[in-house]
């Protein structure tokens, strides 16, 4: 998040894609854009349309930006993912390239990326080459007559003009919202955000040191994708497919898996309603999309991948469905004694573990549901 010391702020209306709705260049503003929050969404996700947000349409959202206000500053809050691993590290390595490649100026050091380590770090310093705000070695940075400042809870900061916090204390105060599931500016202008799950970005105007202007500018299917960024992208991408991270996944054991087809006999309507859905062929959408290999998407795209005996890359065509059990669970028993092995009726709390607010932010469950009902 990105708190703001000066007040004035306006109040937040989405940028026209045309004219961005704030006032014309001028050489005694100073334009600052905001981005960060991906935590670990580099790209769009989600069955229900549109699918917002991602870095290909960040990057070319800033690019476009910095070149109609020439000079502006661009600052990154970091928080690029939200979970250890070797999935990480390759996020945040792609994310610090495209900032990199794009000129950022100055970007937090969050402790999301410092638990990754050190070696990281020097990656993510290497290959983003603007001014890192890492709190073991600096809390501020002046950037054109703005000070920009790491908030760390628990201790003091001087006054700065932005202030990068991540104080989640922040998230109670009463906030706007400025697009779906993300961030929020105060009307008083003391806190701005750039989204979550990279869904958006901020843009400010500052006239004599004081905050004049703010503007939320989601990032809509109808922004593009940037050449550079999607380069850079789809390497993230061949990396993963190259290490094999999907086939790596620890898996438990959750019990004997049976495949949607095993159902039929005794579910013929539920089966019929099940495979004329989406949800049969969830693994070709991936394929379209070059994430058939991604661990972050199989998961909600397969039966069992993190279980003994369920969908493995190893095994393409087995279990590759959001089958019967992705919701019902591991059903090898009871199709073999469904008297003695009952299962389990579920509802819309099942259906909400892979549509989040995060994946899905405009789903609907009532609604959807009428697709797959099959009661």
Same mark, same amino acid.
């Given at each position: 998040?990105?708190?703001?010391?000066?007040?004035?702020?306006?109040?937040?209306?989405?940028?026209?894609?045309?004219?961005?709705?704030?006032?014309?260049?001028?050489?005694?503003?100073?334009?600052?854009?905001?981005?960060?929050?991906?935590?670990?969404?580099?790209?769009?996700?989600?069955?229900?349309?549109?699918?917002?947000?991602?870095?290909?349409?960040?990057?070319?959202?800033?690019?476009?930006?910095?070149?109609?206000?020439?000079?502006?500053?661009?600052?990154?809050?970091? @928080?690029?993912?939200?979970?250890?691993?070797?999935?990480?590290?390759?996020?945040?390595?792609?994310?610090?390239?495209?900032?990199?490649?794009?000129?950022?100026?100055?970007?937090?050091?969050?402790?999301?990326?410092?638990?990754?380590?050190?070696?990281?770090?020097?990656?993510?310093?290497?290959?983003?080459?603007?001014?890192?705000? @890492?709190?073991?070695?600096?809390?501020?940075?002046?950037?054109?007559?703005?000070?920009?400042?790491? @908030?760390?809870?628990?201790?003091?900061?001087?006054?700065?003009?932005?202030?990068?916090?991540? @104080?989640?204390?922040?998230?109670?105060?009463?906030?706007?919202?400025?697009?779906?599931?993300?961030?929020?500016?105060?009307?008083?202008?003391?806190?701005?955000?750039?989204?979550?799950?990279?869904?958006?970005?901020?843009?400010?105007?500052?006239?004599?040191?004081?905050?004049?202007?703010?503007?939320?500018?989601?990032?809509?299917?109808?922004?593009?994708?940037?050449?550079?960024?999607?380069?850079?992208?789809?390497?993230?991408?061949?990396?993963?497919?190259?290490?094999?991270?999907?086939?790596?996944?620890?898996?438990?054991?959750?019990?004997?898996?049976?495949?949607?087809?095993?159902?039929?006999?005794?579910?013929?309507?539920?089966?019929?309603?099940?495979?004329?859905?989406?949800?049969?062929?969830?693994?070709?959408?991936?394929?379209?999309?070059?994430?058939?290999?991604?661990?972050?998407?199989?998961?909600?795209?397969?039966?069992?991948?993190?279980?003994?005996?369920?969908?493995?890359?190893?095994?393409?065509?087995?279990?590759?469905?959001?089958?019967?059990?992705?919701?019902?669970?591991?059903?090898?028993?009871?199709?073999?004694?469904?008297?003695?092995?009952?299962?389990?009726?579920?509802?819309?709390?099942?259906?909400?573990?892979?549509?989040?607010?995060?994946?899905?932010?405009?789903?609907?469950?009532?609604?959807?549901?009428?697709?797959?009902?099959?009661?």
């Amino acid at each position: 998040m990105i708190r703001l010391s000066k007040k004035g702020l306006l109040p937040l209306m989405c940028l026209s894609l045309l004219g961005f709705g704030m006032s014309k260049p001028s050489e005694e503003s100073t334009y600052v854009i905001v981005t960060g929050g991906a935590r670990g969404s580099l790209a769009p996700c989600g069955c229900t349309k549109p699918m917002t947000g991602g870095l290909k349409r960040m990057a070319n959202m800033v690019r476009e930006l910095k070149s109609r206000y020439n000079g502006a500053i661009w600052i990154d809050a970091g @928080d690029i993912t939200n979970a250890p691993g070797r999935q990480s590290e390759l996020k945040v390595e792609t994310y610090a390239q495209v900032m990199g490649e794009l000129g950022v100026d100055v970007y937090a050091i969050t402790p999301s990326e410092r638990a990754l380590g050190e070696g990281i770090i020097l990656s993510m310093k290497s290959l983003a080459k603007g001014i890192p705000l @890492d709190p073991t070695e600096r809390d501020s940075v002046s950037v054109k007559g703005l000070k920009i400042a790491v @908030d760390i809870p628990g201790l003091p900061h001087s006054e700065a003009d932005i202030i990068i916090s991540r @104080d989640p204390n922040h998230r109670d105060l009463n906030a706007t919202t400025i697009f779906p599931s993300g961030g929020a500016a105060q009307a008083n202008g003391t806190l701005v955000s750039p989204g979550e799950a990279l869904r958006g970005l901020v843009l400010l105007r500052f006239l004599g040191g004081e905050l004049k202007e703010s503007r939320a500018i989601p990032l809509e299917p109808r922004v593009a994708d940037d050449a550079q960024a999607t380069r850079a992208y789809n390497s993230y991408l061949n990396r993963l497919n190259a290490e094999r991270l999907a086939e790596k996944v620890l898996r438990t054991d959750k019990g004997r898996f049976a495949g949607s087809s095993s159902c039929t006999k005794c579910h013929p309507t539920a089966a019929k309603v099940h495979f004329k859905s989406a949800h049969s062929h969830a693994i070709e959408t991936l394929k379209s999309v070059k994430h058939d290999n991604d661990p972050d998407c199989i998961s909600c795209h397969s039966v069992g991948f993190e279980a003994k005996g369920g969908y493995s890359p190893l095994q393409p065509k087995k279990f590759a469905e959001v089958g019967c059990e992705s919701c019902h669970g591991a059903s090898a028993d009871h199709a073999a004694k469904p008297k003695q092995f009952k299962l389990q009726k579920v509802g819309e709390k099942k259906c909400l573990s892979c549509h989040t607010t995060r994946t899905s932010p405009a789903f609907n469950f009532v609604k959807n549901w009428t697709k797959i009902k099959h009661r």
